[in-house]
């Protein structure tokens, strides 16, 4: 069965619940209390948590809410701009500064005599203290909250004007994500405040002795599925996820900037810490030397899931190319993917590539005239579909025109950047808010791949497989691979009780069960993972030797992606 909520033990310390057994944590006489974290972290609930329980041990509490110490708005948005995508509704460049400097200045603590000062919000690392804590909440509630039009961007006040996606995505979470990584080492006490008043923890030691026996050993990060117009009910029927939501159109197998990886016991007490802080704190470990040169701290290979089974068609977009990636949207490489047909139902397609005689100029003011003006686009004049055969791989470097239809589902195997669907058509489909979504015409194309077109196409990007190795009841077969994308993809078939035996040589691999009960991964050091149909699992390069045996009877396939 598919699990949900995969979890790991942590190393050398046990979870705590509760504000009161926490700040029992904390040493005797005046203590400087740093409560650091995102912006939508719940600050509020968070402080008067924490005021309740000292005043419940007879501790005299003081707080500071460094929010209150942001620069003025108008400077953070003005410093925080740039003239490249300044008037874009949707995207805007990675933001590169540090969180330091969303402050015009920070806080001398003014400490009571034998109180305990808490300062807390995003920064409270910078102010001088004596104990650091963390107060993390999953960036999948900033998402929700933000959609929900609850809460503010970073260092906006409340009451200041609705949050947006863009600033979130573009700016928030990479200001706040560098400034976590960066503090780390110093954490005492993690707390995860999915339950506010009631928050799971555990200390700082073993915080980072969990994540290092995770950098060694194969884990999964913990899934999630969100509902969109065109979203299918696959991961509701097949897996049961969400049941009560309307659809489960993505789902998050492995999204380095959002996964987590869930610490504790099954059906106890249980901390969410993001899968890209273990990436930090390890990187050659997890990904390996090579990859981590070429990719710093950013964990290149993602796996989602995008599920029409019973929904409609996706958008026709592309991705960016890799100059304007780096030029336009500040990320140092681009969002090449594939699509693994999971499951399709009869006569299903997908969109991909530009036919042969494609009239590029004429697509484009098809384009404006479905979004200026309406108007539908027959699709199939200006981009192929193909047959949506189960099992088939499509790659889909960056530029090409492409998206599934409807009564499919795919699991994408691609590089990590994924907010970058720039959709040179949606259908006239309208969003929860009765409006139409949004389309990027001239950003797609900017990015348009116009060279490879036609029979080059099936050629290029609809391979057929090629067999890499073998042994007794099983073989391994490259199934896509291109020059100009950093990955490969590889399915292995398990077809008699014999183990196949694998090397990350160096290089992580990500698995996932596309065929079958599952598989049995040893490690040549004894660790044992199983993995069911449809889950995802990441093998760190520091894993070297395994062995994969399937599950059951029947023949098991699973595909594997891997930096070249």
């Known amino acids: 069965m598919y699990d949900a909520e995969p979890c ?50 007879g501790r005299p509490v003081d707080l500071l809410d460094l929010r209150a110490w942001f620069a003025p708005w108008e400077k953070i948005a003005a410093g925080t701009a740039r003239d490249t995508l300044a008037d874009d509704p949707d995207f805007a460049t990675l933001e590169t500064r540090m969180l330091a400097d969303f402050f015009d200045a920070l806080p001398q603590p003014e400490q009571r005599p034998g109180s305990v000062l808490v300062v807390f919000g995003p920064g409270a690392a910078l102010v001088q203290h004596d104990v ?84 060694g050993r194969p884990f999964r990060t913990r899934p999630t599925f969100n509902s969109t117009p065109w979203g299918g009910h696959w991961a509701q029927n097949a897996l049961g996820f969400h049941r009560q939501q309307p659809n489960t159109a993505l789902g998050y197998e492995l999204i380095a900037p959002e996964s987590g990886v869930l610490l504790g016991e099954r059906g106890g007490g249980q901390v969410e810490v993001p899968f890209q802080l273990l990436v930090a704190r390890h990187p050659e470990s997890v990904m390996g030397e090579q990859v981590h040169a070429v990719f710093g701290t950013s964990f290149p290979i993602r796996f989602d899931y995008l ?33 693994y047909m999971m499951v399709s139902e009869p006569g299903s397609r997908v969109f991909l590539g530009l036919n042969a005689h494609t009239d590029v100029e ?60 720039l959709r040179f058509y949606d259908w006239l489909r309208r969003g929860q808010d009765g409006t139409r979504r949004p389309v990027h015409v001239e950003h797609a194309f900017n990015n348009l791949d116009t060279e490879r077109t036609g029979e080059r196409i099936a050629e290029d990007l609809v391979q057929q497989p090629r067999t890499l190795r073998q042994g007794s009841g099983w073989r391994e077969e490259t199934i896509g691979s291109l020059p100009e994308m950093f990955f490969d993809v590889r399915r292995i078939a398990l077809e008699a009780d014999e183990a196949a035996d694998d090397d990350t040589a160096g290089r992580f691999h990500v698995i996932n069960v596309v065929e079958g009960e599952g598989v049995l991964l040893e490690t040549e050091d004894g660790h044992r993972h199983t993995l069911a149909y449809a889950e995802t699992l990441t093998v760190p390069a520091a894993v070297g030797r395994y062995t994969l045996r399937r599950l059951g009877s029947g023949r098991v396939r699973v595909v594997k992606a891997l930096v070249r």
């Not at 260092?155 to 990479?174: Q, S």
């Open 132 to 215: 650091l804590w963390y107060a993390d909440l999953p960036k999948r509630y900033a998402e929700e909250a933000v959609s929900a039009g609850r809460g503010s961007n970073l260092g906006r006040p409340e009451g200041g004007g609705p949050a947006t996606k863009r600033r979130l995505f573009y700016i928030d979470w990479p200001v706040l994500d560098r400034h976590r990584d960066a503090i780390a080492a110093d954490i005492a006490l993690w707390a995860d405040v999915q339950a506010p008043d009631r928050p799971q923890w555990l200390d700082g030691p073993t915080l980072r002795r969990s994540l290092a026996a995770l950098a």
């Open 362 to 421: 004429e697509f484009r003011r098809d384009a404006h005239g479905a979004h200026d003006h309406g108007r539908a686009i027959t699709m199939d004049d200006h981009v192929q579909s193909f047959p949506a055969d189960l099992h088939q791989l499509y790659l889909i470097p960056a530029g090409t025109p492409h998206g599934s239809g409807e009564g499919n589902v795919v699991l994408e195997i691609s590089a990590t950047p994924y907010l970058y669907s």
């Open 307 to 339: 599920d029409t089974l019973g929904g409609g068609n996706l958008s026709v977009h592309c991705h960016p190319q890799q100059d304007y990636m780096r030029e336009v949207f500040g990320w140092p490489y681009t969002q090449h993917e594939t699509y």
């Open 8 to 57: 790991y033990p942590p190393v050398g310390g046990s979870i705590g619940a509760g504000w009161a057994a926490a700040v029992a944590t904390l040493p005797a006489g005046g203590v400087v209390l740093a409560v650091d974290g995102p912006a939508f972290a719940g600050w509020d609930a968070v402080a008067t948590g924490l005021s309740t329980a000292l005043s419940s041990l």
